[in-house]
C-alpha cells in the first residue's frame, strides 16, 4: 500500500517527466521547423575579389574548400553571365585570363528578381554560402558554386 | 570555283554548328527522398555542369554536393555529414553516359523526342550503370533536356538509421533539367 510520501514522491517523478517530454517535443518541433535565414540579414565570415578568390582555389584547391565552404562570403566582382532558366537567375563571375574558372551564384528565392536585373558587365557585390571549388571534367577549368546568394547591400 | 569553295565553307559551318558539344553551368537536380513521415528531405541543385553531344549523344552531368540546398540547416547539416553523402570526401556527384537513340532526334527541327539515356552514375565514390527515360524538346535552336527517375540509396553506399526508420525514402526520385 502506497504511503502518503510515497504519492507525493510519484507525484514529483510524473511531473518531471512530463516537463521533459514537453521540452524534448519543443526542441522536436523547433528543428523541424528550422528555416535558413534570409542572407542579405546574415554577418559574412569573409569579403573577397572574384579574381582572388579563383586564384586561391586553383592554387589549392583542397585548403580553400576547406577554409570557404559553408561559409557565407561576400564577393565584389563583374557580371560575365546570367544563366536564366525556367525557376533560376545565376549570376557567373569567369577569369578569361584563369581558364576561365568561374563562380557562380544561385540565388534565395526572395532575391531571384535581383539577379534577373543584373546586367553583363555590372560591378556587384554579391554574399552566399559557398559550396564547393572542384575542377570541373567536362569544361576543363576550376568553379565554384554558391548556393542562397542575395545582393550584398 | 570561289562559289564552290563558299557553299562548302557554309556546309562545313552549318555542320559544325549542329555538331558541336553544347554545355550549360545552370542545370538543375532536384532530390527527392521525402516519405510520409517526413516531408523535409528535398533539395534542389541549380549550378549543375552538363554537357550534350548533339552528333553522338554523349551526356555528362557533375554536381556539388553542398549545392543540394535543402530548405531546414539541420537536414542540409545531415545530408553532408560523414554518415551520409560525406560531402567532404566525395565533393562531385557525376554521371557519363550516352543517348542510346540520338539519330531519332533532329536537333535541328522543333519537336519533342522520348529517348533512353544510359552510362554511369556515381555517386558517394561508388559508380553504377543506369537506363532512365528522357525527353530532348527542341525549340527555336535551343535544346531542352529533361529525366526523372529513382535510384537506390543503398547501392551507393548511403544508409543510416533515417531510413530504416522510414524518414528518408530507400529510393528518392531524382528530376533533371538542362537547357543548353
Given at each position: 500500500m502506497l504511503t502518503t510520501n510515497m504519492k507525493k514522491g510519484y507525484k514529483k517523478w510524473l511531473i518531471a517527466l512530463f516537463v521533459l517530454l514537453l521540452a524534448g517535443g519543443a526542441v522536436i518541433w523547433w528543428l523541424f521547423n528550422l528555416k535558413y535565414e534570409d542572407t542579405a540579414d546574415v554577418k559574412a565570415d569573409y569579403t573577397v575579389n572574384a579574381a582572388n578568390f579563383i586564384k586561391e582555389f586553383r592554387q589549392d584547391m583542397t585548403g580553400a574548400n576547406k577554409k570557404y565552404s559553408e561559409k557565407i562570403i561576400i564577393v565584389n566582382g563583374t557580371v560575365s553571365a546570367i544563366e536564366m532558366a525556367d525557376t533560376t537567375a545565376n549570376i557567373k563571375m569567369i577569369?578569361?585570363?584563369?581558364?576561365d574558372a568561374y563562380i557562380i551564384f544561385a540565388f534565395q528565392q526572395q532575391h531571384l528578381a535581383e539577379a534577373k536585373a543584373m546586367k553583363e558587365g555590372d560591378k556587384v557585390s554579391i554574399k552566399g554560402s559557398c559550396s564547393n571549388g572542384a575542377f570541373s571534367d567536362i569544361l576543363e577549368t576550376e568553379y565554384v558554386t554558391f548556393k542562397r546568394c542575395a545582393v550584398n547591400k | 570555283m570561289k562559289k564552290t569553295i563558299l557553299s562548302l565553307a557554309l556546309v562545313l559551318a552549318t555542320g559544325l554548328l549542329f555538331a558541336q558539344k553544347k554545355t550549360t553551368t545552370s542545370a538543375t537536380i532536384s532530390f527527392d527522398a521525402t516519405t510520409s513521415l517526413d516531408k523535409l528531405p528535398k533539395a534542389d541543385n541549380k549550378t549543375v555542369i552538363a554537357s550534350l553531344?548533339?552528333?553522338?549523344g554523349k551526356l555528362a552531368f557533375e554536381a556539388?554536393?553542398?549545392?543540394?540546398?535543402?530548405?531546414?540547416p539541420k537536414i542540409q547539416e545531415h545530408f553532408n555529414s560523414k554518415g551520409w553523402m560525406d560531402s567532404d570526401q566525395f565533393t562531385t556527384a557525376t554521371f557519363k553516359g550516352v543517348i542510346?537513340?540520338?539519330?531519332?532526334?533532329?536537333?535541328?527541327?522543333?519537336g519533342s523526342y522520348d529517348v533512353t539515356v544510359s552510362g554511369d552514375l556515381t555517386i558517394h565514390g561508388v559508380t553504377k550503370p543506369i537506363e532512365a527515360q528522357a525527353t530532348i524538346t527542341v525549340s527555336g535552336g535551343k535544346i531542352k533536356t529533361t529525366s526523372d527517375f529513382t535510384i537506390k540509396l543503398e547501392d551507393y553506399g548511403v544508409n543510416g538509421p533515417a531510413i530504416a526508420a522510414g524518414k528518408v525514402a530507400k529510393e528518392p526520385r531524382i528530376t533533371v533539367a538542362a537547357d543548353f
Open positions: 577569369d578569361t585570363s584563369a581558364n | 553531344d548533339t552528333k553522338n556539388t554536393v553542398k549545392s543540394f540546398t535543402f530548405s531546414n542510346n537513340n540520338v539519330k531519332n532526334v533532329k536537333f535541328n527541327k522543333d
